[in-house]
């Protein structure tokens, strides 16, 4: 008897978590709907088809999902073996933006590929290469954990992206980076000592000052900065954006125009099918819908979280934090920039922004937390 119970244990315990691939479906799902209703006149004024983008990022989506449940029956530790040649590998292809092969995308050159046909961004890639070359590190040197030497490494894995990302003025990447390690190297245990904390403040103060003034006194970071400070000030310029997302969302009221029936989609709302879909979403299904979004969000980050501190191994349970951190991390400020909370910057919505290959890689990375759901403790 006792013998079967263990058996049972053993097999549930092998059990992905099927309430976070329950949630990942349901938020890919709504993320469809929205890409199809916030792209229709977009799509059509660009190449003569309203489900232009949908059919491709619905293609991205499907390859997406049987690409997570082939990753997640794969074992997580194999990562381990070959996460540094992954990050060689994602940095080279960063630096690679920097050439004659990197293509310009309204006049930022971040990304790789042949025109309009097939293009991706390195910087999608790095994030989940950072993240494992980080957690490999510091899980195979948790007995020195305490030691500033042990923190060199990732410090430098860190800064030679930055490095590169700074080259490519990608300040919003910079961020997701700096999130993804500090959030791995937080998990690993570490004491902190004052005197890191003040040296970690003052690199983020002097990078940030940085990538701000890199383009001079006149720089579009900093117009973006001051133009938040007085979001009615240069309404046809630099706060155009911001006033058009307020404009979506104020307008959706409580239950929202109703889906399809954006205004501000028809091209006055710029990225409407990218970085600012959830105005669409808040115009269209007003506030109950954006709040039922916002909850599943939430249920998402929390069963992240879950699967982090319940993992059995450190490496697991590092490689999901990082993971579900750079994910929360661009949820909250996505949602943040569009309700004019904070300047407006380039970020994302996970699971709902048009990217055919940022939502393939998305997913990936979600088939390496369920595989690591797979070796947690039953609560």
């Not at 028809?266 to 506030?287: C, H, M, R, T």
């Amino acid at each position: 008897m006792k013998k079967r119970e263990v058996d049972i244990k053993e097999a549930e315990s092998n059990q992905m978590d099927f309430g976070m691939f329950t949630i990942i479906i349901l938020l890919l799902c709504v993320g469809l709907v929205m890409v199809s209703s916030a792209s229709s006149y977009y799509a059509l004024s660009m190449w003569g088809s309203s489900n232009y983008l949908l059919i491709r990022q619905l293609a991205f989506a499907l390859v997406g999902i049987v690409a997570m449940i082939i990753i997640s029956r794969i074992d997580y530790r194999i990562y381990k073996k070959w996460s540094y040649l992954g990050y060689g590998l994602a940095l080279v292809l960063l630096l690679a933006v920097l050439t004659p092969l990197g293509v310009s995308v309204n006049g930022a050159k971040r990304w790789l590929g042949f025109g309009e046909a097939f293009r991706f961004q390195p910087s999608e890639i790095m994030k989940l290469m950072l993240v494992l070359a980080t957690a490999t590190y510091l899980s195979k040197n948790y007995k020195k954990i305490n030691s500033f030497k042990t923190f060199i490494v990732p410090g430098l894995l860190l800064a030679l992206v930055v490095g590169v990302l700074f080259l490519q003025e990608h300040m919003s990447a910079t961020l997701i980076m700096a999130v993804a390690s500090f959030s791995v190297i937080l998990a690993s245990g570490i004491k902190l000592k004052a005197k890191w904390i003040v040296i970690g403040i003052v690199a983020i103060a002097v990078v940030g000052v940085v990538f701000i003034f890199a383009d001079g006194a006149d720089s579009f970071r900093l117009r973006r900065i001051l133009a938040f400070m007085d979001i009615e000030a240069d309404p046809t310029g630099d706060n155009w954006q911001a006033l058009q997302s307020m404009y979506a969302i104020s307008s959706g009221g409580i239950f929202g125009r109703g889906l399809g029936q954006s205004r501000q989609k028809y091209l006055w709302l710029p990225e409407a099918q990218n970085d600012f879909i959830f105005s669409v979403l808040g115009e269209e299904l007003g506030f109950i819908g954006a709040v039922a979004v916002i909850l599943l969000f939430i249920f998402f980050i929390y069963r992240g979280y879950k699967i982090a501190i319940t993992c059995k191994d450190l490496f697991g349970s590092l490689v999901a934090t990082g993971i579900i951190s750079t994910f929360a991390f661009q949820i909250i400020v996505n949602i943040a920039v569009v309700t004019s909370s904070m300047p407006v910057t380039g970020m994302p919505l996970p699971f709902f922004s048009y990217g055919g290959t940022a939502l393939f890689i998305n997913l990936c990375a979600m088939g390496i937390l369920l595989s690591i759901s797979r070796n947690c403790r039953r609560t």
